[in-house]
T-cell receptor, first 108, second 116 residues
Framework: RKEVEQDPGPFNVPEGATVAFNCTYSNSASQSFFWYRQDCRKEPKLLMSVYSSGNEDGRFTAQLNRASQYISLLIRDSKLSDSATYLCVVGQGGKLIFGQGTELSVKP | GAVVSQHPSWVICKSGTSVKIECRSLDFQATTMFWYRQFPKQSLMLMATSNEGSKATYEQGVEKDKFLINHASLTLSTLTVTSAHPEDSSFYIC????????????FGDGTRLSIL
């Protein structure tokens, strides 16, 4: 079993759609959780950290369920510029473990 | 915000060449930096943790004699791919953080290495 698993994707959605990404992690001792965004042939960029209380940043909402070892990212009113690969990332033992990423393509 | 610079962005060279990649933290000191490799359509895989003033910690399956890491100062880590072969062609990315461990990492722009 992979340490961090994400929806395989790709997700193809129209502009304005709401899209949800799911992620599970295997190590219950994981300490920190993030969503990163990676554009094609570019480095990952931090989208947001994820907290147990849930957090929101504009159109983006992230949630963490430690009991289920589950992380989610919700994007509302998706834009063309949201097209990218979304990486679920878990911090444990001083290292970051990356999921395989879920590709999102937002169409006009 | 924290900036990490990586150089070079692209390298194309013949098989057998050794290639050095630099990773610099521009506005903060980093006692720890990380080196990743990413093959097409795959996620980032941690290769090693670079520790300032001490030996790097390599992940299982990564040859330390093949991928030499030097972290001689608080703002610079280098990765040298020795005697590179076509199978070493990949996207190499470094990261660092000005905060404590398990904090968000800031990534360099990455180095696209192509070995002919």
């Amino acid at each position: 079993r992979k340490e961090v698993e994400q929806d395989p994707g790709p997700f193809n959605v129209p502009e304005g759609a709401t899209v949800a990404f799911n992620c599970t992690y295997s190590n219950s001792a994981s300490q920190s959780f993030f969503w990163y965004r990676q554009d094609c042939r570019k480095e990952p960029k931090l989208l947001m950290s994820v907290y147990s209380s849930g957090n929101e940043d504009g159109r983006f909402t992230a949630q963490l369920n430690r009991a289920s070892q589950y992380i989610s990212l919700l994007i509302r009113d998706s834009k063309l510029s949201d097209s990218a690969t979304y990486l679920c990332v878990v911090g444990q033992g001083g290292k970051l473990i990356f999921g395989q990423g879920t590709e999102l393509s937002v169409k006009p | 915000g924290a900036v990490v610079s990586q150089h070079p962005s692209w390298v194309i060279c013949k098989s057998g060449t050794s290639v050095k990649i630099e990773c610099r933290s521009l506005d903060f000191q980093a006692t720890t930096m990380f080196w990743y490799r990413q093959f097409p359509k795959q996620s980032l895989m941690l290769m090693a943790t670079s520790n300032e003033g001490s030996k790097a910690t390599y992940e299982q399956g990564v040859e330390k004699d093949k991928f030499l890491i030097n972290h001689a100062s608080l703002t610079l880590s280098t990765l040298t791919v020795t005697s590179a072969h076509p199978e070493d062609s990949s996207f190499y990315i470094c990261s660092a953080s000005p905060g404590r461990i398990n904090q968000p990492q800031h990534f360099g722009d990455g180095t696209r290495l192509s070995i002919l």
